[in-house]
């Protein structure tokens, strides 16, 4: 049998061992807390403090309440103050509560200041936290309620769980799935600077309570050391009090050498698993720093799911009340935001909808620029719409005949279009028009003016601006013979009409022309005046009788006669009037009938 010095020598080297080896791996550190171990249980061995009940098959505790803890006969700690502190520990833990009266009876109630539940290997000696693939807390049951209530001294309400799974908080819910690269690495290196912090304290803690141990051990090898006062029987007999005495204080020698064995060994423990935890932070800074240039490009792979046959997010207070003060309303943010109703494969579902409706309306992609206490807001961006049919409308509708229709256009309901450039094209993929424009309305302005700034009505015509109408076919004042406008009124400083071929002005289904073709003007009608001074330049012919007050003429050639009341030379007699006619060059067309608005 070994002395108590032999034993105390490899004690201190198993201590020693154990406080060299801190900054090992797991593995390691577990098989020297094992050894460890041993010490404490050889010196429990020694001392008569508390009971230990112990069993290779099976301990059952049976009674009809059993109640653990550091309490009295009727179950009531003994005080505040006095420690209690109760450890289940095992590879496999089930607790379960039975019920008596049919299937779903029983009952598991925790109830502390502080409950938490943290899914990691705790250790034999329950001073780690290792995480690995099995860290994971499963719950499963028919009704699960998580109720967060602000009361500050007694939950009145008690959960209720409804149907399914019930979440309620009385101020915030955070759903979060959100990996973080820069604030995660400020946060781990401050985790590892605390953490090395600790771990300096603790070797300071373990220097001096290496220094403790190693003196309680030279004062228990120095009381055994003694004279053996059983070696004689009368030696014995006359100092049988002393021998008590030295009993007595070997005993507290053992109690002292093992609380502080226990710190020691709980210290070491403690240093141990900060080193591992500092370990591992310190890979987990390393990757986050490696991570930094790519993690704002690559993605995170993070999502939250929601899926359920309805989804309903609203705006209500615990009693059902809609919100309406300036702070209630529901937000989204994100680069990509989609709101869609189709099918997995994408195409549209059939009859799918999507509403949006409020008192106002607001589409921006406005891009505001911060510089202090001033700001931009330059609109950028695209607002696209693609849809087989587009409507924008100010309608009222009505419920009636069980069905909702329009009543009539909503009384001082406007659209505007505001735009440096506005483009409105029907052209296909290859850049031919096609399709219709139609714009009806029964004020039609199409203008180019500068406006009142504040009220937006017009002020004077822009400087510079100009209006352009073309078409291969063009119609102004009429659709059909049907459909003409009362009165066409063009008014300008200057008015240019200009022709290829043929410019022709029709009255009256062309019983009035005015043809311009060739380079020549010609006037047809029922009777022409002229007004106004008029000059001929050129050779004129009139082809029937021609009237005048007074003519003043520099030559007269007759062709077949003269005649005048008061003079007669010749005989021929004068040509008939002329009976020509100027024939319209072009024909009334009416418009090409449009595609009819819906």
Known sequence: MKSISEQFALWKSALDDFQKNVEKDLDEIRKEKSEVQQMKNAILDRMDSGQYIRDEKRIVLSAPEIVIGNVDHSGVLWDKLAPSRITIRGNNVALEAVGVGGAGTGTIVSRAGSIRTIAVDPGKDGLEEVAGETSEIVMQARNIGLVSDSAADFFAERPFAGTGIRIHSDKQVDIEATPSC???????????KGLNGRADALKKTATNEKKEIETLMKQMEDLVGQPDLDADQDLLRSNFVDLEERHAEFQAL???????MTGYFRTLSLLAETNRQATSVKTQSDGVSKLKSDFAKQSTGAGISLRAERVDVASVDGDGNFRTNPEAGVSMQARNLSFAANNFDGSLAKDGMMSISAQTVSVSTVNPKMEKENADYPAAGDVIVTSKNITLEAVDRELKD????????????????????????????????????????????????????????DKSLAAGSTLLLLAEKMFAGGKDKDNKSKSVQVSSDKVGVFAKTTLELQQDEGKSLVQMEGGNLSVSGGKTALFGETTVNGKATFKADVKAGTVELDNIKIGTSFKSPCTSEGVAMPAPPST????????????????EQS
Not at 182 to 192: A, G, I
Not at 427 to 444: F, I, R, W
Not at 590 to 595: R, Y
């Open 402 to 457: 069980k069905k909702i229709q329009e009543k009539a256009l909503t009384a001082g309901g406007t659209l505007s279009v505001r735009a440096e450039k506005i483009d409105v094209s029907a052209t296909d993929t290859e850049g031919k028009a096609a399709g219709q424009v139609s714009v009806n309305a029964k004020a039609l302005e199409i203008k180019s003016m500068d406006v009142d700034k504040d009220k937006r009505t």
């Open 182 to 192: 820069e604030l995660r690495e400020t946060l781990l290196k401050d985790k590892e």
């Open 580 to 595: 020509a006619q100027l024939s319209a060059k072009l024909k009334e067309e009416d418009a090409p009938a449009g595609k």
């Open 254 to 260: 053992s109690t002292a050498l093992y609380d502080s």
